[in-house]
């Protein structure tokens, strides 16, 4: 993506992640802030932690925005709406969250900025979709993608008090990658025959995405939604959670159950169980499964993760340990691929680490530059636009740029 | 409309739920896709995702999830005329996608080298389970343990209070994944195109999740602890789950306080409760976070969830109703968004994948096909004469339908 110019009015997580993919694959990202309060996600707090961590970065600001140039730009008062559309007439891309309502207000529409840019591609995220009469609500992925959409719904256990709180950003982070996607068609689109893309994704058709087969069968077989099994009676107990004596769990995930039968056997120190008629056969592990994951369940108990982890490391069949973040972060596998990659802090005087986007090209982690303060660029852009000190200057006592 | 991918060729030699997931999204956005399978086909054709046969007339809705608008060649690659058809096609392809793990690229010659040997422009895109790199490589993945398991997802959604670990969904870490390679394989397709070199694409299911665990561990990167999950008692009442009478959960998510105080409670006809806190900081102690918590609860647990709805929109507040399927299907923003495909089946739809272009909502121009449901086409496509292709099925190198 490297010489592609991607202007972004966007906050939050959700759209601004997308421009942090595109950054991270080279293009040159300009993110548009509001000259006083920034993208208010520079003040959020998220799982009672603010702006902590290294140097005083806030790690939820962070994440979405490494890479970028930030410029201080009030673009609702004439002169700003100017610089924007002037900055868009030299972009490849206009991505944004803002709702169609707002966009209008703003006079900010595919067709003000195809004035200025005819080739610009305009990519849009919603809560809802830019259709029906839900198209100018706010939504947040907490309440469109994981609630509404279905997510939760599904991940919630009866047995549980309550359905599972998503993680900050847990939506976001995917629908911004599919922003970046359709961006990236797009371009390749507009390279082929010249024809610029309007792009668009919401939080509730990612989570339809992501629960498809929940979806998809529910419409194939009527009303009733899938069966749900519990831990107790997994259909397959070769694919199951199975917990540890230091009270860790261990997830199994023997698709082929017939062919790996003997192994798992062999695993567990159970040869007798191999030929033993109440589970040798995949309908006699069905009819028996209560009983077998009763059984398996003494035999994982016994062991603690670290000796389970020993042993099924000659398995023939696919396993993991349930891991915590720390466990993700210190991952033979996460250091190996360049999963986390370091960026210093302004001053130069830390480094801490950000998550790599989950794509690499030709087998190389990409470099992470950090997150810009806000309105860190605003100099550079416009001289690059061809102002001078003078004219920059005026903009800022108008407080239309800082 | 022409969609974005219209015209681009790709070949892809993948089986179960992540990488053709990610050729079907792409299949989507207009590429044409040929799903390239052995001889005994696709493993995905006769897995039993999580002991669910949902099949209905024969019909496979996971096979038909990750294979819709894809074209069909059975194809013995091993064999010598086998692999001059493979050739041909990775010739014909601008993209080659594949979840063959090393040892089985190695022995198929399929490896990055091998195939842009003999197609320098192709974009060669692998999926898998730990990353191309370290021990792991070598090791075959499933989205419930390399994502869900490994890659911390099941242990970070899972509340101390929850008797069980929360259990992953079918195909919840594959469908994402794929969509994350898909998107790659459009980047690549511009760098192609801008450069005219090859590029090699790589996403794992491990990865994947740490991508969307991304501010998890930022956090524990940052800090060297597990990210706090702020107590529900300390969380904002208005972005709390509350039950209503018929036993569903409601999610408020009005994350910006301030704004929606006067709304969020007037919704719930609290309206004094609007006049007891005026400013924000008399908000924020635990016990008036704990008052109005208890208030919106006898509220919200009195009404029908029908209700409740009703009087949140009616208001502009952020909220929703945790959804079943069965609601999701039915959701109006769904319908009139077009996220679920109609199928050449009329009872079933299909998920699209999540990007549209130029107000159009995405649609399914064929079927998953049968294996081996258009070699013949294909190979004609390829060059093969009548005869050249009759041969090539009476030698058992190609199966046809």
């Known amino acids: 993506m490297q010489g592609v110019k991607v202007l972004e009015v966007a906050a939050w997580t959700f759209v601004p992640a997308a421009g942090a993919v595109l950054a991270d694959w080279g293009a040159d990202v300009i993110k548009v802030e509001h000259p006083e309060t920034g993208d208010p996600q520079r003040g959020l707090s998220v799982g009672a932690v603010g702006a902590r961590g290294v140097g005083g970065v806030s790690f939820i600001m962070e994440q979405p925005n490494r890479g970028k140039r930030s410029i201080g730009l009030d673009f609702t008062s004439d002169d700003g709406r100017a610089l924007l559309l002037k900055l868009a007439a030299e972009c490849d891309v206009f991505l944004t969250n803002l709702l169609p309502g707002s966009l209008e207000r703003a006079r900010l529409t595919v067709e003000d900025l195809r004035a200025v840019n005819p080739k610009i591609i305009y990519a849009r995220g919603t809560g809802y979709g830019v259709r029906g009469p839900e198209a100018n609500m706010g939504g947040f992925d907490g309440a469109s993608y994981f609630s509404r959409g279905g997510v939760a719904g599904m991940l919630h256990d009866p047995a549980a008090p309550w359905p599972p709180m998503q993680r900050p950003a847990f939506g976001d982070i995917v629908g911004g990658f599919a922003i970046a996607s359709g961006i990236a068609a797009a371009l390749y689109k507009r390279e082929k025959t010249g024809e610029p893309s309007v792009v668009d994704v919401s939080l509730l058709g990612l989570a339809a995405w992501q629960i498809s087969p929940d979806l998809v069968a529910t419409g194939l077989l009527g009303e009733a939604n899938l069966p749900r099994f519990t831990t107790d009676e997994m259909p397959n107990p070769l694919v199951n959670y199975y917990r540890t004596s230091d009270d860790r769990y261990v997830q199994l995930m023997f698709l082929q159950a017939d062919k790996l039968w003997p192994d798992a056997c062999r695993l567990m120190d159970k040869p007798e169980w191999k030929d033993d008629p109440r589970f040798a056969t995949g309908p006699a592990r069905f009819e028996n499964r209560v009983e077998l994951i009763s059984e398996m369940r003494k035999v994982f108990e016994q062991k603690t993760v670290a000796e389970w982890r020993a042993i099924l490391s000659t398995a023939q069949g696919v396993w993991a340990v349930v891991q915590t973040p720390q466990e993700v972060l210190d991952d033979v596998q996460t250091v190996a691929n360049g999963y986390m990659r370091p960026v210093r802090t302004l001053d130069g005087e830390h480094t801490y680490d950000l998550v790599m986007n989950p794509v690499q090209f030709d087998e190389t982690p990409p470099d992470l530059v950090r997150a810009p303060d806000a309105g860190q660029h605003t100099d550079e852009l416009l001289l690059e636009l061809g102002m001078d000190y003078d004219e920059i200057v005026e903009l800022k006592v108008a407080g239309v740029i800082n | ?401």
């Open chain 2, 1 to 401: 409309m022409t969609l974005p991918l219209e015209g681009i060729k790709v070949l892809d030699f993948s089986e179960h739920g992540f990488v053709p997931s990610s050729a079907a999204a792409l299949g989507d956005m207009g590429a044409d896709v040929v799903k390239l399978e052995r001889l005994s086909g696709d493993a995905g054709r006769s897995i039993i995702a999580s002991g669910m046969v949902a099949t209905k007339d024969g019909y496979d809705y996971l096979f038909e999830l990750f294979n819709r608008n894809k074209r069909g060649l059975g194809l013995d690659v091993e064999a010598p005329a086998g692999r001059e058809v493979f050739e041909r096609a990775v010739k014909w392809a601008d993209v080659y996608i594949t979840n063959q793990l090393p040892r089985v690229r190695r022995k198929l010659r399929t490896e990055p080298a091998d195939l842009l040997a003999i197609n320098p422009k192709l974009v060669y895109a692998k999926g898998h389970g730990q990353g191309q790199r370290g021990p792991g490589a070598e090791m075959g993945g499933f989205d419930g343990v390399s994502y869900w398991a490994r890659g911390g997802v099941a242990h970070v959604l899972t509340e101390p209070t929850f008797p069980s670990l929360v259990q992953q969904r079918p195909g919840l870490g594959d469908i994402p994944s794929g969509m994350f390679l898909a998107g790659g394989i459009c980047a690549g397709l511009v760098h192609v195109m801008r450069t005219g070199k090859g590029v090699v694409v790589d996403t794992s299911l491990l990865g994947a999740a740490a991508w969307t665990l991304g501010p998890d561990l930022s956090y524990s990167s940052m800090t060297g602890e597990q990210l706090p999950t702020r107590p529900e008692a300390e969380r904002s009442p208005l972005t709390r789950p509350y039950k209503t009478a018929d036993g569903r959960w409601v999610s408020l998510m009005m994350i910006d306080e301030a704004r929606y105080w006067a709304q969020g409670l007037r919704a719930l006809g609290l309206d004094d409760l609007v006049d007891a806190y005026p400013d924000p900081a008399s908000r924020q102690t635990a016990s008036s976070k704990a008052a109005v918590h208890a208030r919106i609860n006898e509220v919200i647990g009195g009404l029908q969830t029908d209700e409740v709805v009703k009087r949140l929109t009616a208001h502009d507040c952020i909220y929703s109703v945790f959804a079943t399927p069965v609601e999701v299907l039915d959701d109006e923003a769904v319908r009139d968004n077009g996220y679920l495909m109609e199928h050449p089946r009329d009872d079933v739809r299909i998920a699209a994948a999540p990007v549209q272009f130029d107000d159009e909502a995405l649609t399914i121009r064929r079927p998953g096909p049968a294996l081996g449901e258009h070699s013949r086409e294909v190979l004609a496509e390829l060059g093969y004469s009548k005869d050249e292709i009759g041969t090539l099925v009476t030698d058992g190198v190609v199966t046809a339908v």
